[in-house]
């Protein structure tokens, strides 16, 4: 019985030490509802005052983000500090529109749950495809759209999936997406096929599968199919792009509910889309690479 | 067919208490301590319901766990989802149970000659216990159907199903080794010295003898295999957890996880309760022919 | 053949400990010899080595003209061709009396269900066992366990019974009726090596006493004689108590 109380001491005491090693989070203040009259520089909510901290995933992919990593950094595959990739860019043209240098601009890792869920961030605000829905919106807050969006279809060339080109053609497909995105609630509202869809966490996973021959076809938005089907897989074709059902899907920026910031972001793009900032950045990123048919409906 | 020794009251404790109270007071000691337990628990449980819902933080609570509509829509689907669940590990179980004696008694072949053979069971053990779950199906799941090798199976319910028979056969032979080893050696002796071979004797007199006695952890390990079976989501199947999180993550509500745990906990409760009468059953068999 | 067991000079040792230091010993046919002797004397041991239950160190055993001591012989045959009911019983508590009366019969010596059954019946049947054979073990009273114990090893139809302290396990009144089964044994020509406390039941029964004292066998000879006329001091002494307690 003694050995068993000490056993369970060790246990006890072992688990204490390991959560008082590291230091909470800072203590978010929730934010002020009041909008924010001046978008000065000084005049800013930020989480980290002087600089502007964007959360993004990691590892993330082109187009949205290129340049590799160099030596140090915490990013796989690409860093968003580059400022290389159609994402990367618009944020530091952004950041400049708002009185930020490159040096001033932080990137965090953040989980893609994270960018639309209720509750304080620790980012001012997240980029990451994050496409904007009233669902989403209800629990933080959306920018203007700084892209939009269609959701294509990738398929290894060898599978007779690879030759649809109707909506139809893919009822008895086996198709995959990440949980809780758009790509997903597209197959399930508008592909609706006969099999239930693969659900994967992340989009290596989903890629993954595809690759293997589990899924027939992988659902995901246009340029980031685009990149799968031509630069990080050998032997997919981007089968086609899917039209538009309802609204047009755009990505968002996402903030904490409430934070002025917003306000002041949406101005910097007003002006970003009016003298052209946008559409060259996606001329150069993204547009001029990627052509794809339109799968019917 | 049960023949216990004098009365057994469904409640060992209460009747245990029943009866010293009508050795110390005199009386119907039984009746009144029943009452007694029903109406402190009720008070107890009433108690806690009151002090729960007058809380402060409870309606925040309450909305974002137990939602009622938000329940009864997500339900059915996680529901449908869930029979995924139950045949992956049925399927699962029904493995376990034969490959782990398989290994057991590998690791009980005796000798130097046998030393290889029971060098790769302890490997195994060693090996499929200490890696987390959750790493062999990413392995198996992802990693097997990438090698192409003909004739290998890509299917991911496949792959999930054969990580979870590895990683609990390793367990579960640990379970069935202490069984053997708990079984006298006397009885081995009474086969043995009839003539029957060593296999025989473990065929017929240590292995059933064995397996009765482990029943207990052996069904308390697939009371956790039950639960990993929500490990199989990563690799694609939608199973039950998997399809509470793509509800959540539509309605930001945490109540589809709660009509999951509620379903994985009702999966349980057979389960426990049949080792419990399998205990009783087995147990009395297990006292005779034991060395005095 | 009129030998049935022949042991020359056994020894076995457990580590650092020896327990038979150089045993000599011949059964006839139909014989029953008693070995009686202190606990620990090595009576338990010697009737295990020969069943090879136990290896022995030195010497060798000759058991009806086959040594089975050497490294090639069959060492489940052999078993098979002796009984041996130890003190504790050792009835498998899964099977049921006929359950445990056939299991070797069926798998160890090939016979059919069927046959294993009518025969395990007619055994049962012979010592007032019949109506039990469904029961299981812990449904039996220690002497009835003890006589399924002794069926068990005779289904087997062994030439040679190694009974261990039979008795010593039971209580004062279940004593008898496995008594009672070993006598009708030892009345229809069974061979049998029994080590035993019940000095007086192996004045009546045995051909020959054995006294085993230290690892040796230190005096044998007709029971009569050696139970009432020991030569030996340590015989004697031995005996001695069992007479101060009136139990010979």
């Known amino acids: 019985m003694r050995r068993l109380a000490l056993i369970a001491a060790f246990f006890l005491l072992a688990g204490l030490a390991a959560g008082c090693g590291g230091g909470g989070g800072d203590d978010n203040d929730a934010a002020a509802t009041t909008t924010q009259t001046s978008c000065a520089k000084d005049q800013l909510e930020l989480v980290s005052s002087g600089t502007l901290t964007i959360g993004t995933g990691n590892p993330e992919f082109s187009p949205w983000y290129e340049g590799g990593t160099p030596n140090g950094s915490t990013f796989e595959v690409n860093d968003p500090a580059t400022g290389k990739g159609y994402e990367s860019a618009v944020a530091y043209a952004l950041a400049r529109k708002l009185g930020f240098s490159k040096e001033e601009v932080q990137w965090k890792a953040v989980s893609f749950n994270q960018t639309f869920k209720p509750g304080p961030k620790d980012f001012d605000f997240a980029m990451q495809q994050i496409s904007y829905n009233p669902q989403r919106a209800k629990a933080v807050d959306f920018s203007e759209s700084y892209y939009e969006v269609n959701q294509a279809l990738v398929a290894l060339s060898d599978k007779p999936i690879a030759s649809a080109t109707?909506?139809?053609?893919?009822?008895?497909?086996?198709?995959?997406?990440?949980?809780?995105?758009?790509?997903?609630?597209?197959?399930?509202?508008?592909?609706?096929?006969?099999?239930?869809?693969?659900?994967?966490?992340?989009?290596?996973?989903?890629?993954?599968?595809?690759?293997?021959?589990?899924?027939?076809?992988?659902?995901?938005?246009?340029?980031?199919?685009?990149?799968?089907?031509?630069?990080?897989?050998?032997?997919?074709?981007?089968v086609g792009r899917f039209p538009t059902v309802g609204t047009q899907e755009h990505f968002g920026l996402t903030f904490e509910k409430g934070n002025p910031l917003v306000g002041c972001v949406n101005k910097a793009f007003a002006a970003l889309k009016q003298d052209g900032t946008l559409d060259r950045l996606e001329q150069q990123w993204i547009t001029s690479k990627a052509h794809a048919p339109l799968i019917q409906q | 067919m049960d023949h216990e020794q004098g009365a057994r009251p469904t409640d060992p404790a209460v009747a245990a208490a029943g009866s010293r109270r009508s050795r110390i007071l005199g009386g119907s000691g039984d009746t009144r301590s029943v009452a007694i337990a029903v109406t402190s628990t009720l008070v107890f449980l009433g108690a806690v319901v009151a002090v729960t819902v007058t809380s402060p933080g409870w309606p925040a609570v309450r909305d974002a766990f137990f939602d009622g509509a938000i329940f009864s829509d997500t339900f059915p689907e996680i529901a449908e989802a869930f029979l995924l669940n139950i045949r992956i590990f049925l399927i699962a179980e029904a493995f376990i149970l034969v490959f782990a004696l398989f290994i057991a008694v590998l690791r009980s072949l005796p000798g130097p000659v046998f030393f290889p053979i029971r060098a790769i069971a302890i490997g195994y053990t060693d090996v499929f216990r200490g890696i987390p779950t959750i790493l062999v199906i990413y392995i198996l799941g992802f990693g097997a159907p990438a090698l192409q090798l003909s004739g290998v199976p890509i299917s991911p319910l496949f792959w999930g199903v054969v990580a979870l028979v590895l990683v609990y056969s390793a367990y579960v032979a640990e379970v069935y080794r202490a069984g053997i080893e708990s079984v006298h050696p006397s009885q081995e002796a009474a086969a043995r010295s009839l003539g029957l071979s060593r296999s025989q004797s473990l065929r017929f007199v240590v292995l059933p003898q064995a397996v009765r006695r482990v029943v207990p952890p052996l069904l308390n390990d697939f009371i956790g295999l039950q639960k990993d079976s929500a490990l199989v989501a990563l690799i694609g199947p939608v199973e039950a957890f998997r399809q509470s999180q793509i509800e959540e993550s539509a309605s930001f509500n945490f109540t589809p996880y709660l009509a999951t745990a509620l379903l994985f906990v009702l999966a349980t409760i057979p389960l426990a309760r049949f080792t419990d009468w399998l205990i009783a059953r087995d147990r009395r068999r297990q006292l005779a022919g034991r060395v005095t | 053949m009129t030998e049935a067991l022949r042991l020359e000079g056994v020894h076995k040792s457990f580590g650092r400990l020896q327990v038979l230091r150089g045993i000599d010993l011949v059964l006839d046919v139909h014989e029953v010899v008693c070995l009686i002797g202190a606990s620990g004397s090595g009576k338990s041991t010697l009737l295990r080595c020969v069943n090879l239950l136990e290896s022995i160190d030195a010497g060798r055993i000759i058991v009806s003209g086959h040594e089975v001591t050497n490294a090639r012989v069959d060492v489940n045959a052999v078993r098979r061709s002796i009984g041996i009911v130890f003190q504790a019983f050792n009835l498998f508590p899964h099977m049921t009396v006929l359950g445990n009366v056939t299991l070797a019969p069926r798998?160890?010596?090939?016979?059919?269900?069927?046959?294993?059954?009518?025969?395990?019946?007619?055994?049962?049947?012979?010592?007032?066992?019949?109506?039990?054979?469904?029961?299981?073990?812990?449904?039996?009273?220690?002497?009835?366990?003890?006589?399924?114990?002794?069926?068990?090893?005779?289904?087997?139809?062994?030439?040679?019974?190694?009974?261990?302290?039979?008795?010593?396990?039971?209580?004062?009144?279940?004593?008898?009726?496995?008594?009672?089964?070993?006598?009708?044994?030892?009345?229809?020509?069974?061979?049998?090596?029994?080590?035993?406390?019940?000095?007086?039941?192996?004045?009546?029964?045995?051909?020959?006493?054995?006294?085993?004292?230290?690892?040796?066998?230190?005096?044998?000879?007709?029971?009569?004689?050696?139970?009432?006329?020991?030569?030996?001091?340590?015989t004697q002494r031995f005996l001695q108590r069992f007479i101060e307690a009136g139990r010979l």
């Open chain 1, 166 to 238: 109707t909506i139809a053609d893919l009822k008895d497909a086996k198709l995959g997406a990440v949980v809780g995105t758009t790509n997903y609630d597209y197959v399930v509202d508008n592909i609706k096929p006969s099999k239930k869809p693969s659900v994967y966490d992340t989009l290596s996973d989903n890629v993954a599968a595809l690759k293997n021959g589990q899924i027939d076809g992988l659902v995901t938005d246009f340029p980031t199919a685009y990149y799968i089907a031509n630069v990080q897989l050998s032997n997919a074709k981007l």
């Open chain 3, 107 to 234: 798998r160890a010596l090939g016979l059919s269900k069927d046959r294993a059954e009518a025969e395990g019946l007619e055994l049962l049947a012979r010592f007032g066992l019949a109506d039990k054979r469904d029961e299981y073990p812990d449904r039996l009273s220690g002497g009835q366990q003890q006589r399924v114990a002794i069926v068990r090893a005779l289904a087997m139809r062994p030439s040679l019974m190694l009974l261990d302290e039979v008795t010593s396990a039971l209580d004062p009144e279940l004593v008898a009726e496995v008594l009672g089964v070993i006598r009708e044994l030892a009345e229809g020509g069974m061979t049998m090596l029994i080590a035993t406390h019940e000095m007086a039941f192996a004045r009546d029964i045995a051909h020959r006493v054995c006294f085993l004292d230290a690892g040796v066998i230190l005096e044998q000879g007709p029971a009569d004689r050696m139970l009432t006329n020991p030569r030996e001091e340590r």
